[in-house]
């Protein structure tokens, strides 16, 4: 079955750093490009990140480029979101998932319960 676990989430204030983990399981994880999502208060969710099978390829939404690096663990199946100077509006539920063109939203269908990160003064 496939899982994911992240952590790492709080509460920071503006232009604090945090890192995210997102430990998997139940799939061969060095077969898939790795995803971080995010989902704000009444907002749809978005693609923050994303890092190739050996992670030497990346892309980024706009929004948090130069800010943020995603990288992955191979030997620990866990991906990782190292998120620096952030903002009120990086405040969201973060969630990581597999990228697999072939399925419906080209993610797993399983979800982890995501992490939160607040960005208040």
């Known amino acids: 079955q496939v899982q994911f676990v992240e952590s790492g989430g709080g509460l920071v204030q503006p232009g604090g750093s945090l890192r995210l983990s997102c430990v998997t399981s139940g799939f061969v994880f060095i077969n898939y490009a790795m995803t971080w999502y995010r989902q704000a208060p009444g907002k749809e969710r978005e693609l923050v990140a994303r890092?190739?099978?050996?992670?030497?390829?990346?892309t980024y939404a706009d929004s948090v480029k130069g800010r943020f690096t995603a990288t992955r663990d191979n030997g620990k199946k866990t991906l990782y979101l190292q998120m620096n100077n952030l903002r009120p509006e990086d405040t969201a539920d973060y969630y990581c998932?597999?990228?697999?063109?072939?399925?419906?939203?080209?993610?797993?269908?399983?979800w982890g319960p995501g992490t939160r990160v607040t960005v208040s003064s």
């Open positions: 890092v190739n099978t050996v992670g030497n390829r990346k």
């Open positions: 998932n597999l990228f697999d063109p072939a399925r419906v939203g080209n993610t797993a269908a399983s």
